[in-house]
């Protein structure tokens, strides 16, 4: 018989695949708008740098600009999942401030007014901080320690400074014709990208990201820092005109920005590198180079420019002190790491108990101390009776919770100086310095009675003698536990020739 489906079972089947109609959709469309914002903003920018300067040109910079403002604004305000979505709006912000600094410096540009600094400048100037503010928001969002990441990002920027300080600000400094507010505005630029330099450097450190949207964000300020270095040197050599691929390099920094938000992986949040201490080749000979750097420009200059000299010596200590910081931090996180390597060595995983090889190294030092001062030394070697029946019926989760629970109630009866040893399973051994064998017993019961899940413990004792070496020791505690399983489990049985206060 033919079976129809109902019409309750088909408006779900339409409403499931209109649902998955949607979201594919949606992902297809997302995919679609970084290309075109990506596509327009570089056919925008081409068509900049290539046609005359003039209105045409300004009306397509101010209109770019503002593209990219409302695109990355909107990319913040429509998607739920976007990674830190404060440092995106930041950056939105710094586009809109740079929007109207455009606008206004080309409705002047046209009029044929120049004065600067103008009103622009407060606007451009304005962009920096929120630059600034969001890049640190970005990295500071990770799982790993930002610290080393950004040592040596700073080492890189205090070099940068000393180069940008003898070619970009240097120049600026010594023109006498420009007034104070035309120095300070001259030099703020300059000093500002110096500041969102190694804010770059250190995401590239730390994240060492081959996620597209992360990608494209990192070339978008290296693009604007490059605008910026240029505009500053073509400015005070007297190269700079508007309309050229300096400014181009301004519109591929925002198409960057807008296609960076709108890419389907600004979702994802960048993983930190597993090892932020660790040093790569490519790291060390950025780090060498940037060290070199300005005692080079010292012996460039020596002679010609006391103040580059005393610049470029002033940076030559500063990353004198970061390499020492970066050093000691490495020195700090390779003790760490053999430390823990130690305690890994030494410990059972499961429980937290000392393991056979601590258990080996303990036992030859007290036997040896016992044999030298005449002190009594007693050892137990305990065993929980009927584990695998417990694991058969329980299932292993259980009984490895068991074996924990023992380790922490023991370790509430023993003294810091006994030493417990799980050997392997469920058996432990545990090492009673200065104990004779009626103390060991005593505290061997208590022991016994504190095994929780009505589960039951057979033990064996045995007590140190002169001339017994560790492991005489340990096989005569072996052969009272075997003795105390042979006489039906659940007791605890001395060694033959250990003494007790009974």
Not at 300 to 317: E, K
Not at 321 to 333: E, T
Not at 366 to 378: F, T
Not at 435 to 455: F, I, K, M, N, S
Request: aromatic share 8%; hydrophobic share 50%.
């Amino acid at each position: 018989m033919k079976r129809e489906n109902s019409p309750t079972l088909d408006r779900r089947w339409a409403l499931t695949g209109d649902s998955v109609s949607r979201s594919l959709r949606k992902l297809s469309r997302g995919y679609q708008i970084w290309r075109v914002l990506l596509a327009v903003g570089l056919s925008l920018a081409a068509v900049y740098v290539v046609i005359p300067y003039g209105l045409a040109a300004s009306t397509i910079y101010v209109g770019t600009t503002l593209m990219t403002a409302v695109s990355v604004g909107l990319a913040v305000r429509r998607r739920n999942a976007i990674f830190c979505p404060t440092a995106w709006t930041l950056i939105a912000c710094a586009l809109a401030l740079a929007t109207i600094g455009h606008a206004i410096w080309y409705w002047l540009d046209i009029r044929g007014l120049e004065p600067f600094p103008s009103l622009a400048d407060a606007f451009y100037i304005g962009v920096y901080p929120l630059f600034i503010l969001a890049l640190w928001l970005l990295g500071r969002r990770n799982d790993g320690g930002g610290g080393a990441a950004l040592s040596d990002a700073l080492i890189v920027g205090i070099s940068a400074a000393v180069l940008g300080w003898a070619l970009l600000i240097a120049p600026y400094v010594y023109d006498p014709s420009l007034t104070l507010g035309q120095l300070l505005i001259s030099t703020a630029y300059p000093v500002a990208d110096l500041m969102v330099l190694p804010l770059i450097l250190r995401l590239v450190f730390l994240y060492r990201s081959r996620i597209l949207a992360h990608l494209l964000l990192l070339a978008g300020m290296v693009a604007y820092l490059s605008a910026d270095m240029l505009y500053a040197h073509g400015n005070a050599v007297g190269w700079y005109l508007p309309g050229g691929l300096t400014d181009g390099l301004w519109l591929l920094a925002y198409t960057f920005f807008a296609a960076a938000v709108w890419h389907p992986s600004a979702a994802e949040k960048p993983r930190a590198h597993a090892s932020s201490a660790r040093f790569s080749s490519r790291r060390l000979i950025i780090l060498g180079a940037a060290a070199v750097l300005p005692p080079g420009i010292i012996l460039l200059t020596a002679g010609a420019n006391f103040d580059i000299v005393r610049v470029a010596a002033i940076g030559s200590i500063l990353i004198f002190l970061l390499v020492l910081h970066r050093m000691a931090g490495l020195i700090k996180r390779s003790h760490q790491q053999a430390e823990a390597l130690e305690h890994l060595s030494r410990t059972d995983p499961l429980t937290g108990a000392a393991n056979r090889r601590h258990l080996e190294q303990t036992l030859a030092y007290e036997v040896s101390r016992a044999d030298r001062a005449g002190g009594s030394l007693s050892l137990a070697y305990l065993d929980l009776d009927h584990f695998k029946r417990f694991n058969d019926t329980y299932g292993h989760a259980m009984g490895d919770a068991l074996l924990q629970n023992v380790v922490s109630r023991w370790r509430e009866i023993l003294r810091p100086t006994d030493l417990l040893v799980r050997i392997g399973g469920e058996e432990f051994v545990v090492l009673f310095p200065d104990t004779d064998a009626g103390q060991c017993r005593t505290v061997v019961e208590r022991l016994r009675r504190a095994v929780p899940d009505e589960q039951t413990c057979s033990a064996g004792i045995a007590e140190h003698r002169r001339g017994d070496g560790g492991s005489t020791l340990l096989g005569r505690a072996d052969g009272a536990l075997y003795k105390a399983k042979r006489q039906g489990r659940n007791r605890a049985v001395l060694a033959v020739g250990s003494r007790s206060d009974t």
